[in-house]
Every structure is written in C-alpha cells, then in structure tokens.
C-alpha cells in the first residue's frame, strides 16, 4: 500500500488560486451581465483577446514591480519565442490596436472581461488569478471620451442595484498634478523625485499630514524603525503641495464642494503653469459634459489625491470607490473603497508604433465588487431546485422531471444507487426547495407525493427507513398524477 | 529613428492564438446560454476551477501524444512546483472532487464552461486555446447518469435550434469492445494490440475494409510509403471484430436499426464474453431509460465504431455528430460531424486517493458547434446601433443618446475629434443602423435629423463638406426635438 500511496499525486489547488462554486459563479454572471448591458447599450463592442501575449508585447506596467518578469507567468515558446499570461486587458488591447489600427472605426471602442493573472505572492484574499471588466475608448483625444467612461461608470454601478451616495467615481488629472510640482519648481522629468511625491500624495489615506509632510520633506522613518527617503522639497514647497490636495483632505468641509469652487481654487494657485492650465482645461470640459447629462459633484468627484498606480496615465485618472462600510478580514470596520481605476494613456499604442495613438480606459475589478454587492445583499437568488426520488424504476424519475422541466421548472432526478432516506439527504445538501416522489403503490393508483424539504429535512435526520419515511408526513402532500406542476407551482409559490 | 524603431516590440498574436470579435462573442455567449440553461434545468450546476493546475494533478491523458509533458503549457513556480495550464476540464474535476469529496453531495453534477490550452504545432482552424462546455456526473456507477447526458445533449442540441435528423449521437461501450477482443482470444490487458484494434476501428470513418482489414492484420502501408504495424489477428479474428462494427459501417441498411437489432446481433456473437455481456447490460439499461423519455434510435444511436481518443474511458463512450453537410476549407462537401464526445471513466478519480469514484461525463467543443451553427444561420443578430453624431457641443449628443438608451435602445455619442463626413464614415464602418445629428440651426427650432445608414452610406461617399451633406437627404428624416424616440423607433421597425 505505501508504495502505491506515494506514487499518487496529492489533490491540491495550486498556490493562490482557487475553486469557486455555483453561488458565487452565478452572482458574478449576473453582475457581468448587468454591466455589459449598459455598455453595450453605451455602443460599446466585446473584443476578446487571448490568455497568451509576447512577453515583449505585454510590457512592464505592473505597479509595485522592479525586478524584470516579476508579476508575470512566462514560458518559451518551442520556437524559443517568450509567451506570458495578460496580467491586465490593457496592454493586450494596445497589442490589438496596433495591430489591426487601419481596420478599425476611430474611435475604437471596447469592452473586455475575463480573467488576468499575476504571479505574486499569494495571501488572504489575493489570488493570482481575477478577473476584470474594461472598457477603453482609444483613438479620441477629446475629453467627451473620459466624460462618457465616468457616466458609464455610474451608470453601471446603478444599475447593479448601488444607489446614489454608496458609490463615488472620482477624477484627478496627471496633468494637474504636473502642474502643481511645476508650481513648487520641480521638473515633470525629474522622475524620481515626482514618483516620491506622487507616492507620498497616495498615502493621504494611509499617513496623517505629518506623515506625508515627512516624505514629501527630508523623509519618514515608520514604527517599525524603516526609514523611506523624501523628495526633499522645502517647507514652502511641502505647504503648496499639500495646499493642492487639501481640497479633499485635512479640511472635510471641502470635500462636498462642487466643482467650481475646485476650479477657483486650483486656478489660483496652479492655473499659471502650462501643465496645471492644460490639466484644468481637460477637467473643465469633462464636468461641463456631466453637467448637461446631469451627473453631480456627489456621484463624479474631483479629487486631488487620485494618483493611480500605473506609469502610462497621461492625463485625467479616475477611480471609483464603494463609500458605505464593511467589516474587513481583522474585524474592523472599514470604507468598503476603490472597485475600479483607469485613466488616459495616450502613449501605449506608441510603443509598438511610435505613432501616438491618445486612448483612455477603466477597469473595474469584478471580484472585489462582486464582495461589495454580496456585503449589501445585491446579488440574486438561484433558480429553486425539484429533485425527484429514483424509487424502483430510473426511467420512471427521469419522465416526471422532464415534465417539470417543460413546464419551466429546474428539476433533476436522482441518478445515485442509494436508498430513499439517502436520496433524502442528497436533495437536502443540494439545497433543494421540493421532492418528487412516486412510490409503486403511488403509481398504481395514479398518485403523486410532493414533499417541502425545509420541513421534511429535520424529519429525514430521525428517519432510517422506508417505512417509517413514508409515516412522516411533515411537508408533503399526496396529489392526483396529473395535478403535478399546478401542486409543485403552488407548493414553490407558498414558500415565496 | 532606427535605433529607436529597432527596441520598438512588433505588435503581433501569438503563433496558435486569436482575437475574436463582436459577432463571434455574441454568438458564442448565445450558445453557451442556451446550452446552460438546458443544464442548469436539469439541475447540474456550475463550477469554476482555476487555469492552472499542479503538473503532477493534471496527469497525462492527452490523445496522440507520447513524449511527457507535450501537449500542455507547464512552468516552474517560485517554489519549483510544476505548473501547467488545464488541457481539459475533467482532469480539474478530477482533482475537485478528490479533494472535496467529503463534503460534495454524491452524485456530484456539475457543468463547467471555459478555455482550455493544448501546447501543439497550430495550423489552420487548429488553436492553442479553445473554449469546452462540460457536464459530468461523479459518484453514480448507474446507467442512469450515463442516460440523463445523452438526453441533456440532445436537448441542448435542439434548444439551439437544431433539427432532428441534423444530429445524432452516437453510443458505443468500452466494455462491449473489450468483449469483442475476449471473444476473440485478444486480453484487454494485452494493451499494445488492444490500442492497435481500437485505433484501427477509429480509422473507419477515413479508411476502406481493406485498410482496417491491413490494420487488424499486418499492418498497413500509406500513399505516402508510411507503414503502420497492425494487431496481427488471425483472418476469423478479424473477421470477428469487423462483424461487429459492421452494425453502422458496410452494411448502410443496418445503420438506421433499432436498438433492438443491434442487441440481438451482439447478443447472439459476444454476449458470452463477461465484457462484453457487462457492456450490453448496460447499454441496455440506458436504451431502457430513452426509450420511456422518448428519445429513439434516429437520436441517439448505438454505434460501434465510436472509440474517443482518451484512455481514460471505462464503460459507455459517446459521441455527438452534426449529420448535415457543409464546405471544408478544401472546398470539398462534407458531414460536419463531431461537435461534443465524453464517457464513463470510473477510475480518473482514484488516481489520487486510491479509491474508485465512477463517474460519467461529455463535453462539447463550443468552438466547432458555433462553425456549425453559423453555417446554419441559427446565431443571433446584434440589437441595431445608433450613433449620434458630435455636433459642436458634446454634452448635447451625450443627452441625446442618453434619451434614447433610457427609452431601451442602444445608442453612443461620437467621442472622436473628427469633422462630420468622417463621422459619417465612422458610424458606417461601426455597422450602425441610424444616425441622429442636431445642427445648431435644428436645435433653435426644435427639430432634429435622423438618417438610415444603408442608404446614408453610399450618399457620404460623394459628400466632402458639411454644405453638400446637409443637401444630401436620401434616407433621412427631420421630424420635432420632442418626436425623437417615436420616430427612431418607426424608423428601426421599417428596417425589420
């Protein structure tokens, strides 16, 4: 026996994957659907790309990664060529476009969801494999593209049962905040130095003021003793830039104003810098549009603090955030936050072509979402289950749920070799809502037994067999044969 | 320039890979939801398992594939585990319930729908992902559970639309042809003959008598020069096994006999063989089931040619064909033939924890079907498409289409930069079915345009400003701001 035990492989999932079973699975198609509704509804079309991309196509634009290939699954081809799994449905859709740019309508409309894979570490709730629903504009450099993303945004939120105030899609602009380290002198190409103060204005959710003020100054040493290098701005420096992003932090009596008290503010201070006055620009003409179609400062807000991890965005970014509370995995009560992130990245097409290509786009992450819902209560219910005993004769059970079926009912037959109490317990694991059952003596005199599980599963746990089964009557109703969907219907109706 | 156009990346699939479009999507969500629907009524439920799988758990049942590893998409994660990508769905499922088994109801049911990766050389139609639809039955050695599928099956096949007598699926036994080899002195554990005998009968579709005659015999020699060794069976031997696949082959009368005929025919010549009287008891129990259920033998047809590749199977094997002919890419007029093939493998399971779980399941290739259901004209049209045109001011078009996406239609707003012919040009090459534009002229008096693309298109050829196009009114239709839905509407009716 040893021998052959350790020659069996071991059932396990691999690490930081996992199985997902018929509630989840159905909540999330309804969730996918309901989305693509409203963007198909918007023109947008589907477009499926492939798991696999050259490695060199995809690109390195995973945040958080500084070693090459990390973050990705990549293998040779037997052609020596290196293929690696998408980690996100951008960079493929940048592939596609280049690819096919002179075949397609401009502005090149579409959506994409489907799973994407990132080789990190896996931990509670992190998996390596999720999945995304994108939608991106490419080929329009007009903000109208952005506006309507947002819109969309909300719209789809809505229309997956989020009502106004628990969500918030909010918008900064990279150019803006070019314009505001322009303002305190600070060079947009200066890349290193921008990364730390970007970084630092991302942590405004993490950090206190002094905390962020530390790393947008000489540094900040954190509890645990390490110690992260600052941009070594000055005082007065360290003050604008906090001035900018004060708008939504540090004063919350801010944080409600419409987008012209914004504007006025921003323009004042950072409006005379040819990055700020292009990033105001781009901004003003994407609330003008959410003006006429009536999305307010409450549903799309402007939000300094927004920076968006990924080095592409070129201009506005965007992120939407669920703002009610959950509890979180260390039983804290939480924001439930971001659900979906994008912006405008009008230089990866540019990549393969060298041509600018302006494209803008967002991706909403359909598994931390789909938590958000379940949290509010918002994802449906299963269709109610008929399971029909195999008393004697298969055919028998298989002829009565194939009526319930043509009747439009969800119905199965018991296709094991165990005896009825057992069957018993399997319609009750399943989760079934009624049992059919017809018994000899039953069809000898053209009747039928319907049975509600809820009651008649407490009942099974003391019954062990067939005889005294049938003296338990809890919850079951004995019909003529040919009044068996109108008794199974209203039997489903009573229990609501 | 060079230097910079060298380090560029060439935008380009990868070698076996594809991108789909809108129209292939949509058609394919259409087929997938048909067919789960039928499943989920039948009260199988979905499961999702993840891409990868640990090498090792996988195992190795691929067809025609001899060399370890070949076949499949493997890597080393970073903690030297072997990883490779699901070539099936049932080898996962394999791994689920070995895994899961205590707390799985038994039978377990589920269906699943997703790609799969085959490593293998590409070639034309031939991918390196495609997509499966399964449904699987573990923990029933009942023919029961084998019958319920053949059933399922056909009723998905005519829930997509597909007529009796356009398919037909086809059951054979592994048992039954274990007792074919018995009877003639040939142990099924004489597994190098017994793979050349059920290769050899595999062969009928694309060899004559003759041919497979060589192949049960001494072999046989190609056009090409290529000698395949044979089984090197005695002249009875052979003539044994071809009288038993001659039921559906050289014999075209005895094709469309029933169940009946067939039985008595393999009764009389193998019944005696403990194989093959265990295979025709069960087919006979499944046969028993149809026949109450009303699926006859023009449906599902005992044929003794169906091997299936996988090694796998253990008892029924099954195998459905689409009989209507079509054009292959030679050009020559041929059966589509098969679109889904599964079988009883009872022991897959107890490859990881030694115990035997029987099991039964098919799965259709979602790819090939939609190819078929295409040519039959059973995929869906797309709902019709309306483009409102940008007009100076974006956030008038975005209301507009706004308007008519509340009123249940699908409508987008031009987001582009680009001057009215161009987008002219653009709402014909995004297919749409009606353009809407309000000039600022209709908009001081109330009015609005809506113009029919199919006759708009050609008028936009010979159109260059928007002074000509305004003159240019084949198809179109002004009518008051207020009237907009109705008259879209009337105008989407006209064109059916």
């Known amino acids: 026996m040893s021998q052959q035990k350790t020659s069996r492989p071991k059932a396990r999932l691999p690490r930081g ?15 996918i659907d309901t989305i693509r509704k409203v963007y198909e509804s918007y023109g947008f079309s589907p ?23 990390e973050g990705v699954f990549s293998l040779k081809d037997d052609d020596e060529q290196w293929l690696s799994l998408r980690y996100d449905l951008t960079a493929p859709l940048a592939r596609y476009v280049a690819e096919n740019f002179q075949n397609l309508p401009k502005p090149f409309r579409r959506y994409q969801v489907g799973p994407v894979w990132r080789n990190e570490k896996p931990g509670p709730g992190r998996f390596r494999e999720f999945t995304q629903f994108d939608a991106d504009t490419v080929g329009s450099a007009s903000p109208a593209a952005d506006a309507e993303l947002l819109m969309m945004t909300c719209d789809a939120l809505e229309a997956l049962g989020l009502k106004r105030g628990e969500y918030v899609v ?7 905040l070019d314009g505001v380290l322009e303002s305190v002198g600070l060079s947009p190409d200066d890349f290193a130095r921008r990364g730390i103060v970007l970084r630092a204005i991302d942590k405004l959710d993490r950090l206190d003021r002094k905390g962020v003020e530390a790393l947008l100054g000489n540094g900040r040493k954190d509890e645990s003793g390490d110690f992260t290098k600052g941009a070594e701005l000055q005082l007065d420096q360290i003050e ?33 810098t040819a990055n700020g006055a292009a990033g105001l620009a781009e901004l003003k003409a994407i609330t003008g549009i959410l003006k006429v179609c009536e999305y307010d400062a409450a549903r799309i807000r402007l939000d300094p603090s927004i920076i968006r991890g990924l080095d592409y965005y ?22 439930f ?15 393969f072509t060298g041509q600018q290509v302006p494209a803008t786009g967002i991706s909403i992450g359909v598994s931390r979402l789909l938590t958000a819902l379940q949290s509010r209560g918002l994802t449906g219910d299963v269709e109610p289950l008929i399971v029909v005993l195999s008393m004697g004769d298969a055919a028998q059970s298989f002829a009565i749920a194939r009526e319930l079926r043509a009747a439009g009912l969800r119905a199965e037959s018991y296709v094991g070799t165990k005896k009825i109490p057992d069957q018993l317990k399997y319609a009750d694991k399943r989760g079934a809502a009624l049992v059919v059952m017809e018994g000899e003596d039953e069809r000898a005199n053209g009747k039928i037994t319907i049975k509600d599980l809820k009651r008649g599963a407490e009942v099974s746990k003391s019954v062990e067999s067939r005889a005294e089964w049938v003296g338990a009557r809890a919850g079951q109703e004995t019909v003529d044969r040919g009044k068996l969907v109108e008794k199974v219907r209203e039997m489903l109706a009573r229990k609501g």
Chains 1, 2 share one sequence.
């Open 240 to 272: 604008r830039v906090l001035k900018f992003v004060s708008v939504s932090h540090f004063e919350p009596d801010m944080r409600t104003s419409d987008w012209g008290s914004n504007f006025k503010f921003w323009e004042r201070d950072f409006g005379n």
């Open 314 to 335: 070129t201009g506005p970014v965007f992120e939407a955030q669920l703002t009610f509370p959950v509890t979180n995995e260390a039983g804290e009560t939480v924001v």
């Open 47 to 69: 477009l499926e790309t492939p798991a696999f991309e050259y490695t060199d196509a995809l690109g390195k634009f995973l945040p958080d990664v500084d070693r090459p290939n």
């Open 170 to 176: 909010k918008v900064n602009s990279r150019k803006l």
């Open 337 to 351: 936050g971001s659900v979906a992130g994008g912006g405008r990245y009008d230089d990866l097409v540019a990549r």
């Open 17 to 31: 994957f996992r199985d997902r079973s018929a509630g989840e699975i159905a909540a999330e198609r309804a969730l």
